[in-house]
């Protein structure tokens, strides 16, 4: 098992006794689906969760598990990552993260920045990172947001951008969400583009249990499988 899976897993594991020390400030529990709309061989099925324990009102640590199953390649990848933040204020963060994905073998080292902040019915974040893999590194930079309609009904959107040496790539993707007492489901519509790897529409399903007492975790995970 990967290093970094299992002592992520040990970190949750243990949460129980830190919580004797701190509080669980939030969580969330997803399952995901997306597909390209001109391949239907090309899909994924992911699964996430998000833990966040509050040391204080302004430090506070998240971490992240994903796992997704790629259709066409039969490919598995896992990613395990830990963001440090502090509260500026009620509506106001900033992080640091680092996190290590992989798949079949292969691994990926990332770690950045992000910072998020909420105004009334709108709030976004945005992250800057750099990402190594076998000698070959690059850089990557995101911006999301949410607009709450109602109580319940929200518009998404969000664009990432990647720089790899001579390969650049980007998506960008708009959406909707609902929300059921503690559950989110949510609908995407997404472009991605890339150098030499021409450009494709894709489709994205989810379904997110939050739990906690602010029912969500400070930041957006950060993987890039």
């Known amino acids: 098992m990967n290093k970094c899976v299992f002592a992520a897993a040990a970190l949750f594991a243990a949460l129980p006794q830190i919580s004797s020390a701190a509080e669980i400030t939030g969580g969330t529990v997803g399952i995901g689906f997306s597909q390209f709309t001109d391949d239907g061989d090309l899909d994924k099925t992911s699964a ?6 509050g040391f204080n009102r302004q430090f506070s640590l998240q971490g992240d598990l994903a796992f997704a199953s790629f259709g066409a ?39 950045g920045l992000e910072a998020g902040h909420s105004y009334g019915q709108f709030g976004g974040e945005a992250y800057v990172s750099h990402a190594k ?42 959406g909707v969400d609902y929300k ?37 975790t400070t930041f957006k995970q950060r993987d890039l499988i």
């Open 133 to 174: 893999e076998d000698g070959v590194s690059g850089n990557l930079f995101g911006l999301s947001g949410r607009y709450a309609v109602n109580d319940a009904f929200g518009v998404t959107a969000g664009y990432d951008h990647i720089d790899v040496e001579s390969f650049d790539a980007n998506r960008t993707q708009i």
């Open 73 to 111: 390649s039969d490919t598995d990848a896992n990613n395990v990552a830990l963001h440090a933040i502090y509260h500026a204020g009620p509506a106001t963060s900033f992080g640091a993260f680092a996190g290590h994905d992989h798949a079949e073998g292969a691994g990926l080292d990332y770690y």
């Open 180 to 216: 059921l007492g503690n559950v989110t489901l949510s609908g995407d519509f997404g472009h991605a583009d890339g150098d030499d790897l021409g450009s494709s529409n894709y489709v994205s399903i989810g379904a997110t249990f939050a739990f906690g007492p602010q029912r969500r």
């Open 48 to 53: 996430t969760g998000s833990l966040e324990v």
